[in-house]
């Protein structure tokens, strides 16, 4: 096998690969800017020059020259070369900046000409903490700057689009974020400007940059000249959580992380993943995050005597919700949920087996024209596909309606949904609701006889399943009053978690939502009622899940680890 | 564009300006359409034509506001923000309406060094205009650019993307100016280095309709 020398390290390579990702790939790290494993490589920023050498060979005979001792002879290169566009051919010798001085005051000098103009201005940026200009710059760069004149003023808090803010200062021209409309989400929308120290990305006039993936550039950019509107200046990234997560709002299931202060979500960014949504997030995937600090429950609730819901104990609401279902029997309907995680819609269908009751089908988001065949999709819930493979359906709102006329249901039983839209209040006058709720907006409150507050993806822990029939987990990012253990020892921790107590002046008990996840709350309406639902948290009911149902044959929490994975696709055509 | 040494702001391109022309008048005729092609041809891609073209735009309408770029854009099927960019890059291509003549003072590093900012101020104060400004007559613009390739005759500038003035000093610019206002045509200037001074007369370049032979200057020149 072809091999090549790194620092003195001999490493074998197959085919043709390029240094910088070849050494990012063997834990060999070297500054860079403008290269993006996902995009084309201009080599613009020269920050990651190595020293590469290659063996001499005889003009005539091709022949490896040796040395007195059998070492091939070595010839340098006359210039450093960019290792992100270099090719590594056999026997190469590179030198990085910990085996080359030279390299070292390359990288130096390169880094002394980028940060001529940037206004250092990081105690104020978004990105410091996580700045790649800053971390290299403390690594690889020069003690100091010599640049004693005044330096070149770029526009700032310039509005590219609804959603992204561009300040050109801090801009360093390594063109990620135009490759990125250029070759990644196609918009053409972004372009470099000017020249030499006039340069810096913008839209052309006329133009808005406002396409659906636009704030995937926040994230490429590796300084911070461009943030988000909606993000900017709400937190350092030190003082958040980060916790890996799935995408609600299309069924594509990308994959996220919730960053999380407080106990409020601030912000959702990509988390890669390959086989999903590679390096990217859709905008609407990030700017949900709202929905799970804001409208919240307060508590479960109960409709009183005279007719207004009224604040009860969770003791109380449960045993509500199980007198009603008794009363039904097997007049009381189950309506699953595509927002709800596989597990959940599960245990719905047990409970709704040990009341002789009849799951009705799921409630599925279609919005017809949304999708664009990338990240986006019609579907817009997170988990559709999971519920056809546990072989519910959509709901049928005409029949449904049909069935709630003719008196055969007496009971409705919606698993974190909202019902009305399908069918109007008027249609529920008759019959006894119970609502598993995210939030206070919910208008199937309004008809409700008991109203129990549900975990939202962020706090909960389960698997939702995107249209491709890939399996993937959410776990718990912000904590819920009374969360269970179960629920803590998922939970990312925060610097503040970790070395806090709650004595610190930074602690902060606010946002706790008062709600329960499904999965608790099912199986305690079925031991209200004397049934017997599989409890004992998510990780064993998808135990039982892939024992009991073929869709799921070889699914569990420790398969699926971060990256998720994919389900047999012959089921897929059978439940539809 | 004020004293960018002295002040170095870079101004944000107006966002959204008024057009300049009607969309009858955004077109290019079918002879124009055809050179197009016929460029196009000349590359891999249509990339490749893209300066051509803008250069052909700037001739047909004078100058290159938005409307042009998009108008040069859906010629050679490119998106409008690569346009954008190339017209942006070259202080030859003009964004903005400018005088009948243009004159692109270089203050890059060899002209500099050689006096280039003492011309650029001479003019501007003979001109009573600032650079990157036009004559209230409409006649004059004075830019300041980057390097033009002519360095050995430093300083010098150019006229409307066209003849070089070299070796420049305040009796030249005079001259020039002078010569201009009378609607003469200023020459094409070849100029001659030394080791080319025994062939072809000292010229170098059999088109060229006046030379002038080299010479150290302005320094040196001086001394001598
Ligand atoms: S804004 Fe950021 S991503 Fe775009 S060119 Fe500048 S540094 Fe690179
Ligand atoms: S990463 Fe190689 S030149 Fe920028
Ligand atoms: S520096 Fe003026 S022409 Fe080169």
């Given at each position: 096998m072809p091999q090549v020398t790194i620092d003195g390290r001999v490493l074998e390579f197959e085919g043709q690969p390029r240094l910088l990702q070849f050494c990012l790939d063997h834990g060999i790290e070297l500054p860079h800017f403008c290269y993006h494993p996902a995009m084309s490589v201009p080599a613009n920023c020269r920050q990651c020059l190595v020293d590469i050498g290659a063996p001499m060979r005889d003009r005539a005979t091709g022949e490896v020259?040796?040395?007195?001792?059998?070492?091939?002879?070595?010839?340098?290169?006359?210039?450093?070369?960019?290792?992100?566009?270099?090719?590594?051919?056999?026997?190469?010798?590179?030198?990085?900046?910990?085996?080359?001085?030279?390299?070292?005051?390359?990288?130096?000098?390169?880094?002394?000409?980028?940060?001529?103009?940037?206004?250092?201005?990081?105690?104020?940026?978004?990105?410091?903490?996580?700045?790649?200009?800053?971390?290299?710059?403390?690594?690889?760069?020069?003690?100091?700057?010599?640049?004693?004149?005044?330096?070149v003023h770029k526009p700032k808090r310039v509005r590219l689009g609804p959603r992204v803010v561009l300040d050109a200062e801090r801009c360093i021209n390594c063109t990620r974020c135009v490759r990125f409309t250029d070759e990644i989400s196609r918009s053409h929308q972004l372009t470099i400007i000017e020249r030499g120290v006039k340069n810096y990305p913008i839209t052309p006039p006329g133009v808005e940059f406002d396409e659906p993936y636009s704030m995937n550039v926040i994230d490429v950019c590796p300084v911070g000249a461009l943030t988000s509107v909606d993000f900017r200046f709400q937190a350092r990234i030190w003082e958040m959580t980060r916790t890996p997560s799935i995408a609600t709002t299309h069924a594509k299931g990308s994959n996220c992380f919730l960053w999380v202060r407080d106990n409020l979500v601030l912000r959702i960014t990509p988390r890669p993943n390959p086989e999903v949504n590679e390096y990217w997030l859709a905008d609407e995937d990030r700017l949900c995050y709202r929905q799970f600090n804001e409208d919240r429950p307060a508590g479960p609730q109960v409709r009183n005597a005279a007719g207004t819901l009224e604040a009860v104990s969770w003791e109380q609401a449960i045993s509500t919700a199980a007198s009603v279902l008794e009363k039904a029997g097997a007049g009381a309907a189950f309506v699953g949920s595509a927002r709800a995680t596989v597990e959940d819609n599960w245990l719905l269908i047990q409970l709704a087996e040990q009341t002789g009751g009849q799951v009705v089908g799921f409630m599925e988001h279609i919005e017809a024209g949304h999708g664009d065949g990338w990240l986006r999709t019609d579907e817009r819930a997170p988990n559709s596909e999971g519920c056809r493979r546990l072989g519910m359906t959509p709901v049928d709102g005409t029949m449904l309606r049909a069935r709630l006329e003719d008196g055969t249901i007496t009971a409705l039983y919606v698993l974190e949904d909202d019902v009305i839209g399908l069918l109007s209040a008027a249609d529920l006058q008759e019959v006894s609701v119970i609502v598993h709720h995210y939030h206070t907006t919910n208008r199937t409150l309004e008809v409700a006889a008991a109203a129990l507050p549900a975990a939202m993806s962020a706090e909960t822990i389960g698997t939702y399943v995107n249209l491709d029939g890939y399996a993937q987990r959410v776990r718990p990012a912000k904590v819920i009053q009374g969360a269970s253990r179960t629920l803590m020892m998922q939970m990312g921790l925060s610097?503040?978690?970790?070395?806090?107590?709650?004595?610190?002046?930074?602690?902060?008990?606010?946002?706790?939502?008062?709600?329960?996840p499904s999965?608790?709350?099912?199986?305690?309406?079925?031991?209200?009622?004397?049934?017997?639902?599989?409890?004992?948290?998510?990780?064993?009911?998808?135990?039982?899940?892939?024992?009991?149902?073929?869709?799921?044959?070889?699914?569990?929490?420790?398969?699926?680890?971060?990256?998720?994975?994919?389900?047999?696709?012959?089921?897929?055509?059978?439940?539809? | 564009m004020a004293d960018f040494i002295r002040n170095p702001v870079v101004a944000l391109p107006e966002s959204d300006p008024e057009p300049h022309f009607s969309a009858v008048e955004l077109v290019f005729t079918d002879g124009e359409k055809d050179e197009i092609a016929r460029r196009i041809k000349q590359y891999p891609t249509a990339d490749g034509a893209v300066m051509w073209v803008l250069w052909l735009a700037q001739e047909k309408f004078g100058f290159l506001p938005p409307e042009v770029l998009r108008l040069v854009a859906s010629a050679l099927d490119l998106p409008y923000a690569q346009v954008y960019g190339v017209a942006t890059f070259y202080t030859q291509y003009y964004k903005g309406k400018k005088g009948k003549f243009v004159l692109d003072v270089c203050t890059c590093f060899t002209c500099q060094f050689c006096g280039g900012y003492d011309m650029l101020a001479y003019l501007e104060e003979k001109l009573d205009i600032q650079r990157g400004h036009t004559t209230p007559c409409g006649t004059f613009t004075v830019q300041e650019v980057e390097c033009l390739g002519a360095c050995g005759s430093a300083p010098m500038l150019q006229v409307s993307n066209g003849s070089y003035v070299h070796n420049l000093t305040r009796a030249k610019v005079d001259a020039m100016l002078e010569a201009l206002q009378q609607g003469e045509q200023l020459p094409f200037v070849s100029l001659t280095l030394p080791q080319d001074e025994d062939e072809m007369g000292g010229n170098r370049r059999t088109d060229a309709e006046a030379s002038e032979l080299y010479q150290t200057p302005p320094a040196s020149r001086a001394t001598q």
């Open positions: 020259r040796t040395d007195g001792e059998g070492n091939p002879v070595i010839r340098y290169f006359p210039k450093l070369q960019t290792s992100c566009s270099h090719v590594i051919a056999d026997g190469q010798v590179i030198h990085t900046a910990r085996t080359s001085e030279k390299v070292e005051r390359a990288q130096q000098d390169t880094m002394e000409f980028l940060l001529i103009n940037h206004p250092l201005d990081c105690p104020i940026c978004d990105q410091a903490g996580h700045c790649p200009l800053q971390i290299q710059a403390y690594k690889y760069g020069p003690e100091g700057s010599r640049f004693e004149f005044r330096k610097r503040a978690d970790r070395h806090g107590t709650p004595f610190d002046r930074w602690y902060n008990e606010t946002h706790y939502i008062n709600c329960k999965w608790e709350l099912l199986p305690a309406v079925a031991e209200a009622l004397g049934a017997k639902v599989p409890a004992g948290g998510p990780r064993r009911i998808m135990e039982q899940i892939s024992q009991r149902c073929d869709a799921f044959r070889g699914v569990s929490y420790k398969a699926m680890g971060l990256e998720g994975m994919p389900l047999p696709a012959s089921i897929q055509l059978e439940a539809a | -």
